[in-house]
């Protein structure tokens, strides 16, 4: 075999072996996609009804995963089929387990973030 098919054979089995590689060691974490959906009374999505300087909101969330939230004021949350997890604007962290709804009527929480847990 001539040197310049050595050369290109082995170019194919190094590449061939790095993807074997890469297929049997991947990425090490999950993806997390969570995304802003239609809110659906069939489905139980994630959903948040806020405030902000005299807008109201209600927005509905799918998929595992954290996503900024503004700042927004949260007046209910429905967890649907979700364990949540929120972060105020005062540090704390508060998780909150699937098929629960809260509401804030006197003093809601200003949420950064939300995720999907």
């Not at 072996?17 to 049997?24: E, S």
């Not at 997390?32 to 069939?42: G, L, S, Y």
């Not at 949260?74 to 704390?92: H, L, P, Q, R």
Request: charged residues 20%; positive net charge.
């Amino acid at each position: 075999m001539s040197s310049k098919k050595k050369s290109v054979v082995r170019a194919m089995a190094t590449a061939v072996a790095a993807a074997a590689a890469f297929t049997l060691v991947g990425p090490t974490g999950t993806a997390h996609a969570i995304n802003k959906v239609t809110c659906d009374p069939d489905k139980a999505f994630l959903k948040i009804w806020s405030h902000m300087n005299g807008t109201d909101s209600v927005d509905c969330y799918a998929n595992a995963g954290k996503t900024n939230f503004g700042g927004w004021w949260v007046d209910k949350i429905s967890t649907g089929n979700n364990d949540v997890k929120y972060y105020d604007n005062n540090g704390d962290v508060v998780k909150i387990a699937r098929n629960t709804v809260i509401n804030f009527p006197n003093r809601p929480p200003k949420v950064n973030a939300i995720e999907i847990l």
